[in-house]
């Protein structure tokens, strides 16, 4: 089945000018089309449409899937009370009793988590169920080779953060004929001049702002 997901802002390569009101032709897996939302309609009318409000870009690539992963837990929903709703780490990690049972579960929600983070792409270690994990949800895994040298904090769910701009953070551009892997963040500011279009806004906005995310054309996140 075709979908055509719509958004205020398209950028399917970062760099040249976006195009307001643009839309994502997805056919199966496959980008089958990119361009302004109404020449798209009229060109696919059988087309079922999803819009969304915000910037619709590439997916993006998560550089240090190993250490969110392997090196911070990630609590339950029933340990929210107890251990707050943020990842784990240091200390406050090591007071944990962490059997085999409790990592898995957590290397589960964290690649939720990264995806609600409009993450498609991510680099990760030999650690087999961490790669388990990334396997069935379908995220593509990318080497770490590229990966930002110096942090100034710690690793973070948000790929934007320690990004100098949109194109240090997607995974690859969005191609006809390539993977339908992209993301969908609200962030009214962005969208309101769009020919002055500047990432500095929706990088500052954060991917907390995600509201959608497809992965080879399935949508595996959608903020309700």
Known sequence: MLTLHAADLLIAVPGPA???????VVDGDTVAALGPYEELAAAYPR??????????TPGLRQW??????????????REHEELGDRPLTGERLEALDMTDTRWAGSVRRGVQQMLRHGTTAVA??????????VARSGLT???ALGAPGILFEEPNLDPFRNAYGLADAVASPLTVGGR?????FDV???????DAFDDAALLEAGAGT???TVLAGRLVHRRR
């Open 180 to 184: 339908a892997d992209f993301a969908v």
């Open 188 to 194: 009214p500011d962005v969208t309101d001049v769009p």
């Open 47 to 56: 087309a079922r449409v999803r819009r969304w409000p915000g910037v619709l």
């Open 18 to 24: 976006p195009v307001p009101d643009g839309a994502v």
């Open 141 to 143: 895994v990318v080497p």
């Open 124 to 133: 990760i270690g030999s650690n087999p169920v961490v790669a388990t994990a």
């Open 210 to 212: 995600c509201v959608a």
């Open 64 to 77: 240090h899937g190993t250490w969110l992963l392997e090196r911070a837990y990630h609590p339950d929903p």
